[in-house]
């Protein structure tokens, strides 16, 4: 950070970072570890935090709630009769509603446990690089020995669990939801397509959750970034991550994610870079 650094994160920066949110929120390369490496290098040189990355993740979450809708709203419904009685148990709906639930459960658990470490000593930037390198290599063997060829309707409570358990790894900054998740999915032999799908509707309930809650948790609170430009990243994020669902779908159904995986190699190797020459703080 410069000496002539602020520590407060401006409207122009806000929007900077609204934009980097929405670009690599649902692309398996972390976008909690972007807004952490871009922050100290913005002329502010403040770490905009875990709060802000939750709070903007709601932007990118209703880009989900909208692209998705119809999914969501047919799940929402089968799962609300299957517990009045009016649905089949065995509704493949409704038992996507009862899936989504259960792997929501390992981020909502050690979101709560970890909550200290994950606003704390997690944000260093030696761990970002780290899991931004191990878990490209990761999910490059995932993409390349998986069998891709299962689909959401051969979910079983098991993988269900799976995925969510992959899910709750982002909580550390480098892991990446989405690239946990699909990272799963392609282990467990799910086609690119439905491990992407079920990545993004198991985030629903997650995000919105985390979003909210440290909403209320900072409201009025001060912090490196203020409510009107936290709320301009988050607009900015909305937009920009609809475009995003938009042309990963379509370029999922015909490519690998051999891209991305190069791009997290080089993104990891060049932020320990930076960290060994002084360029970047750790912490």
Do not use: C
């Amino acid at each position: 950070m410069s000496a002539g650094a602020s520590n407060v994160i401006g409207w122009i920066e806000a929007a900077v970072l609204g934009v980097v949110q929405g670009l690599t929120e649902f692309l398996p390369i972390s976008s909690s570890a972007h807004l952490r490496i871009l922050g100290p290098l913005l002329p502010s040189g403040a770490d905009p935090g875990a709060a802000f990355t939750a709070i903007t993740q709601l932007g990118t979450e209703l880009a989900v709630l909208i692209y998705f809708r119809h999914d969501i709203l047919r799940i929402a419904r089968a799962w609300a009769a299957s517990l009045t009685g009016r649905g089949g148990a065995l509704d493949p709906d409704a038992r996507m509603g009862w899936l989504i639930i259960v792997g929501t459960l390992p981020i909502a658990v050690l979101g709560l446990l970890l909550k200290d470490f994950i606003e704390g000593s997690l944000r260093n930037l030696y761990i970002t690089a780290t899991m931004l390198i191990v878990f490209g290599l990761v999910l490059g063997a995932a993409d390349h020995f998986g069998r891709k060829r299962r689909e959401l309707s051969e979910l079983s409570w098991r993988d269900g669990l799976l995925f969510g358990f992959a899910q709750a790894l982002a909580l550390i900054p480098g892991v990446s939801r989405s690239g946990g998740t699909i990272t799963a999915g392609l282990l467990l032999g799910y086609r690119r397509e439905a491990a992407a799908r079920y990545s993004f509707l198991l985030a629903v309930p997650a995000v919105m959750a985390s979003g909210f809650y440290q909403l209320a948790r900072s409201w009025g609170q001060p912090g490196p970034v203020a409510a009107g430009p936290t709320l301009l990243a988050t607009v900015v994020a909305f937009a920009v991550g609809y475009g995003v669902i938009l042309g990963f779908m379509r370029f999922i159904s015909t490519r690998s994610f051999r891209p991305f995986v190069y791009y997290r190699l080089l993104l990891g190797a060049l932020v320990l870079v930076l960290l060994q020459t002084g360029f970047l703080s750790a912490v």
